[in-house]
C-alpha cells in the first residue's frame, strides 16, 4: 500500500464517509480496486477498509451475492409505478427532486428512491449519469438490498438503518466500481420504521464528501414534512372524535390511531399513551381485564375505543352515506370523511346496497366478472375497500353492518309512497351512469321507468 493509502485510512474522517477532498479519487480507487481483487481471492479484509465496508462485504460473502451480476428484477414497470404510488414518500418526490437539482444538474448525478426492502421505486437526475445505471441494472424495479447485490449505499444503508457513502470499489459487486453513492433512511414519523431510501449516485471522480450530509439533510427535509402532515392528520382526527362522541363525552371512550398511539381519551389517561389494537379487531381484552370495543373512524385507519356493553357503553353501529345517482363513482361519507370511490368500489357498494341481506364471495364475483369468475378476485377488493370502511362492511356474506342511508334509498321511498312527483324532484340522474353490471342496469331501468311514469 501507498503512503497515499495509509494517510486515508488513518484520516479521521467520519467512518460514514468514503472520499475525501484531499486524496486523488483515480489512487484511491486503485487501491481499492486491488484490496476488493484480494478479499475475493483470499476471503480476508484488507486493513485499508473502513469499518463499515468491510463488516458489509463480509455479510455480501456469507450470503452469496455474485460480484458481477446486474441487480435483479423485481418489480415490471406498471408494478413499479403502484408500489410508488403506494409508498408514503411518492408525494414529496417534487420535493426532493427540487432540493438535488444542483447536485442533479451541476454534478452530472443521479438520484433514486428505495422501498423498505431495497426495491428501486423512482429514479431522476442528469441524463449521462442515468446512463450509468443501465449496465448495473440500477434501475426502477430492480432490487438494491446486500443481499441482492453486496455492499453499495441503498443497501448498507438499509441494513445499518444510517446515512452511509459507498466510494468506487468498496462496493462489492464490480458493475459499480465507477460509482460514488450517498443513501440516507428516510423514516415513518409515527412508527419510526423505515419507509424507503434516498440515494445520490454519480462518477467516481467527481465524488465529494459533502454528497453524505446533502443527501442525510434532504431525508430529513421529508422526515419533517411527513411529520407535519402526520400533526394535520392527528388534529383532524381528534376533530371528528369530538364531534363523534358529542354529549358522550361524559363517558369512556378513546381516539387510537392505526399504529396504537391514543391521540384523545375521554377521560384523559385511562387508556395510557399506546395499546395494540389489531387492525380488524371490534373486542378486545387490556392487561387489567377491562373488555373494549372499537369501531373505524376517519380514513387513516384510526378507532375509537369505549368499554364494552356491559361496563355501561352500548355499541353504535357506524353510519354510511352513499351517493350513486347521476355519478359515475360513487361518493360515500364515512365518519365525516367524504371519499370518490373508484368504479369497481363503486359497482361493489351499488351491488351490497341493492341487496341488503348480503351477498357471498361467489355471488358477488358473478355479478362482477360473470360466471367463469374466482372469489378470490372479490376478497383483494373487498380487502381494499374495508380499509376505508372497517368495520361497516361484513364478512360471510358480504354485507353492510352500518346505518346506511343513500339518495337512491331515499328515492325509493317516495316511489313506493307514490309521491312521484317528489321522487323525481330528488332524482339526479340514473343510478350509477355507465356501469354495466346486469343488476345495476335492472336497478337503473326500473327506476327510470317509475320516475317517468305519469301522475
Known amino acids: 500500500?501507498?503512503?497515499?493509502?495509509?494517510?486515508?485510512?488513518?484520516?479521521?474522517?467520519?467512518?460514514?464517509?468514503?472520499?475525501?477532498?484531499?486524496?486523488?479519487?483515480?489512487?484511491?480507487?486503485?487501491?481499492?480496486?486491488?484490496?476488493?481483487?484480494?478479499?475475493?481471492?483470499?476471503?480476508?479484509?484488507?486493513?485499508?477498509?473502513?469499518?463499515?465496508?468491510?463488516?458489509?462485504?463480509?455479510?455480501?460473502?456469507?450470503?452469496?451475492?455474485?460480484?458481477?451480476?446486474?441487480?435483479?428484477?423485481?418489480?415490471?414497470?406498471?408494478?413499479?409505478?403502484?408500489?410508488?404510488?403506494?409508498?408514503?414518500?411518492?408525494?414529496?418526490?417534487?420535493?426532493?427532486?427540487?432540493?438535488?437539482?444542483?447536485?442533479?444538474?451541476?454534478?452530472?448525478?443521479?438520484?433514486?428512491?428505495?422501498?423498505?426492502?431495497?426495491?428501486?421505486?423512482?429514479?431522476?437526475?442528469?441524463?449521462g449519469a442515468l446512463e450509468i445505471a443501465e449496465a448495473p441494472a440500477f434501475l426502477p424495479g430492480h432490487l438494491a438490498s446486500e443481499s441482492a447485490v453486496g455492499t453499495n449505499a441503498i443497501g448498507t444503508a438499509l441494513v445499518l438503518d444510517h446515512p452511509v457513502q459507498i466510494f468506487s470499489a468498496e462496493h462489492f459487486n464490480r458493475l459499480l466500481h465507477g460509482w460514488t453513492c450517498s443513501a440516507a433512511p428516510i423514516h415513518d414519523p409515527e412508527t419510526n420504521e423505515i419507509l424507503g431510501v434516498l440515494d445520490l449516485s454519480g462518477e467516481f471522480r467527481s465524488g465529494h464528501p459533502h454528497s453524505l450530509p446533502l443527501v442525510g439533510a434532504v431525508a430529513r427535509v421529508v422526515e419533517d414534512?411527513?411529520?407535519?402532515?402526520?400533526?394535520?392528520?392527528?388534529?383532524r382526527l381528534r376533530q371528528l372524535f369530538l364531534d363523534r362522541i358529542g354529549a358522550e363525552s361524559r363517558l369512556r371512550s378513546a381516539l387510537v390511531s392505526r399504529t396504537g398511539r391514543v391521540l384523545a381519551a375521554s377521560p384523559r389517561g385511562w387508556l395510557g399513551r399506546r395499546i395494540d389494537l389489531p387492525a380488524e379487531a371490534e373486542t378486545l381484552t387490556l392487561a387489567d381485564g377491562t373488555e373494549v370495543i372499537s369501531e373505524p373512524i376517519g380514513r387513516d385507519g384510526a378507532r375509537i375505543v369505549f368499554p364494552a356493553a356491559r361496563h355501561g357503553v352500548a355499541r353504535r353501529p357506524p353510519s354510511l352515506r352513499l351517493e350513486v345517482l347521476g355519478r359515475r363513482r360513487a361518493r360515500i361519507t364515512v365518519g365525516g370523511q367524504v371519499t370518490t370511490l373508484s368504479p369497481r368500489h363503486s359497482e361493489i357498494v351499488v351491488l351490497l346496497m341493492l341487496q341488503p341481506g348480503g351477498l357471498s364471495g361467489r355471488e358477488l364475483a358473478d355479478e362482477l366478472y360473470g360466471p367463469s369468475s374466482k372469489p378470490i378476485t372479490v376478497r383483494a377488493e373487498i380487502s381494499r375497500l374495508r380499509q376505508l370502511l372497517g368495520d361497516a362492511l361484513a364478512s360471510n356474506p358480504y354485507r353492510f353492518e352500518a346505518d346506511l342511508e343513500s339518495d337512491w334509498g331515499s328515492v325509493q321511498r317516495?316511489?313506493?309512497?307514490?309521491?312521484?312527483?317528489?321522487?323525481?324532484?330528488?332524482?339526479?340522474?340514473?343510478?350509477?351512469?355507465?356501469?354495466?353490471?346486469?343488476?345495476?342496469?335492472?336497478?337503473?331501468?326500473?327506476?327510470?321507468?317509475?320516475?317517468?311514469?305519469?301522475?
Open 225 to 235: 414534512r411527513l411529520a407535519e402532515e402526520l400533526a394535520h392528520t392527528d388534529e
Open 414 to 455: 317516495l316511489l313506493r309512497r307514490g309521491e312521484v312527483a317528489e321522487a323525481a324532484e330528488n332524482y339526479p340522474g340514473p343510478l350509477l351512469v355507465g356501469s354495466e353490471i346486469p343488476a345495476i342496469e335492472v336497478a337503473r331501468a326500473r327506476t327510470e321507468r317509475a320516475i317517468a311514469t305519469p301522475l
Open 1 to 127: 500500500m501507498g503512503p497515499e493509502g495509509r494517510r486515508i485510512t488513518r484520516s479521521s474522517r467520519s467512518p460514514w464517509i468514503g472520499t475525501d477532498t484531499h486524496v486523488d479519487p483515480v489512487r484511491w480507487a486503485k487501491l481499492l480496486r486491488r484490496a476488493h481483487e484480494l478479499a475475493l481471492a483470499e476471503g480476508n479484509s484488507p486493513a485499508i477498509l473502513r469499518a463499515v465496508v468491510a463488516q458489509s462485504w463480509k455479510r455480501s460473502a456469507a450470503a452469496g451475492v455474485n460480484p458481477d451480476r446486474p441487480a435483479p428484477r423485481m418489480l415490471d414497470d406498471a408494478d413499479t409505478a403502484r408500489a410508488l404510488a403506494r409508498n408514503p414518500i411518492s408525494h414529496l418526490l417534487p420535493t426532493i427532486e427540487s432540493l438535488l437539482a444542483d447536485a442533479t444538474e451541476e454534478g452530472r448525478y443521479f438520484a433514486a428512491l428505495s422501498d423498505a426492502n431495497g426495491v428501486l421505486l423512482w429514479a431522476g437526475g442528469h441524463s
